[in-house]
């Protein structure tokens, strides 16, 4: 289900994992399988605890480059303590014990990991697992603070039970969490300054108690188009039907069900944002509700319902613009692509229109690749071949920061 989190565009960048001694040491090994599959090259250092429960040979298995274990490995790696520092675009340290978040605060460099954590200038990530009285102790606070002034990013901890059956803060974040924000620290910052507003999946339009009218749209084009702004530096504002996509932290997710509370919400956010990408499969019509409770069949053989037009937010978003805004609209279509599109386009006041056939294979809802064509403002025109929709989320954002 995070299939918005597959980016595979990330060939040519280096993390370097630093892997402590703790009982969640062993997720670090999935950590290592998703930055690979990213196209990132990993590179690893076990500290003497992390090898208490888990082996250097694990992580080469799964695809690391390079595996330090001890501080003075072969006279061919004499500098080894150096060269994360010198090839590395960014450190995850994962899990991060007390005792390894203490020697980055205070500069030791006893241990392989200290040592390269000390000599690496780049971006540093820390995931922290520990017993909550040891993330509590005032020695442990007075660490993470002085690591944070110096720029380090915390990602977690989490409240919940940890291993030993206590509870508390001091929980591993998720690992998800851990990834993104590791493909955040080695992705392109050209969209930092923006705030970006995007509408996704369907909308449920109530006629009875229990029943709605709605669509199959996952929203799952959507949740990579907000990710490939957040991994790009953006921030990120996310009004979503009813579909259950994972978002870092700080992406500010406001759930909806029908079109009108979709309307409602973009129309409170839109004035404090940049940039707008409406892909909603929003329900033009909605029906007339039958009334508060259940229909019943009682006899009835046929059924007559009538329906009323909701809000086009789009059009609305796009006759509000200013100069300032720049707005993406998507139009999912079975036929005459090309013509509806450029009619969207301009009906709706876009700068720019990713146009996508709902009835081909691989392509549309509920399909995790897609085939669009893509016309701007200014009449520029693609058309981009069967891609996974986080190809094609990432190449939106790239279309509109070049024209
Ligand atoms: N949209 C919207 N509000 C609506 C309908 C559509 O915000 N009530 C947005 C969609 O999110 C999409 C764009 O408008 O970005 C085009 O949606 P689409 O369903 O393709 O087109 P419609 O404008 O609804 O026209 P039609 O259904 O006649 O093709």
């Known amino acids: 289900m995070n299939e918005h989190l597959n980016f595979d565009c990330f060939l040519g960048k ?94 030791l460099a006893d241990d392989m990991l200290s040592c390269q954590a ?40 989490d409240c919940g039970d940890v291993a030993c059956g206590d509870h508390g803060k001091g929980r591993m974040a998720p690992l998800e969490s851990i990834y993104a924000a590791g493909l955040r620290a080695v992705a392109p910052k050209d969209m930092a300054g923006r705030h970006v507003l995007i509408t996704l999946g369907p909308t449920r339009e109530k006629w009875d108690a229990v029943r709605f009218w709605s669509n199959p749209s996952s929203g799952l084009m959507g949740a990579c188009i907000a990710m490939a702004a ?97 707005l993406i609209g998507f139009a999912a279509e079975t036929s005459n692509i090309q013509e509806s599109a450029q009619g969207k386009l301009e009906r709706k006041n876009l700068d720019l229109i990713i146009a996508n056939p709902i009835n081909l294979p691989g392509a549309g809802f509920e399909s995790s690749t897609n085939s669009v064509y893509v016309l701007d403002r200014a009449g520029r025109s693609e058309e981009w071949p069967n891609l996974p929709k986080t190809e094609i989320a990432w190449r939106i954002w790239d279309h509109l920061l070049l024209n």
């Not at 090259?41 to 695809?63: K, M, N, P, W, Y």
């Not at 690496?120 to 944070?148: E, H, I, Q, Y």
């Open 14 to 107: 280096r993390i370097h994992l630093g892997v402590c001694g703790s009982i969640a040491a062993y997720k670090s090994l999935d950590l290592l399988r998703m930055y690979r599959k990213a196209g990132i090259e990993v590179s690893v250092t076990l500290t003497d605890g992390a090898q208490e429960f888990i082996r250097g040979l694990s992580f080469e298995a799964l695809g690391a480059f390079k595996v330090w274990e001890r501080m003075f490995p072969t006279m061919d790696d004499t500098f080894g303590h150096l060269e994360p520092g010198q090839a590395a675009d960014a450190m995850v340290v994962v899990p991060a014990t007390a005792s390894v978040l203490a020697r980055m605060a205070h500069g």
């Open 118 to 157: 000390l000599a690496f200038s780049g971006r540093k990530l820390v995931a922290p697992a520990m017993n909550p009285a040891m993330w509590d102790a005032p020695a442990t606070r007075d660490n993470c603070r002085v690591l944070a002034e110096r720029g380090v990013e915390f990602v977690g901890p």
């Open 230 to 326: 957040w991994l790009r530096g953006a921030k990120v504002t996310v009004v979503s039907g009813p579909v259950n996509w994972w978002f870092p932290d700080d992406v500010s997710v406001i759930k909806v069900g029908s079109a009108q509370e979709m309307f409602d919400a973009c129309m409170s956010v839109w004035p404090e944002c940049s940039t707008g990408c409406f892909t909603a499969a929003v329900a033009d019509f909605k029906p007339i509700p039958h009334g508060a409770g259940k229909f019943k069949k009682d006899g009835n053989v046929s059924l007559k319902v009538e329906f009323d037009t909701n809000p086009d937010i789009l059009k609305t978003v796009g006759s509000m613009k200013r100069d300032d805004q720049q």
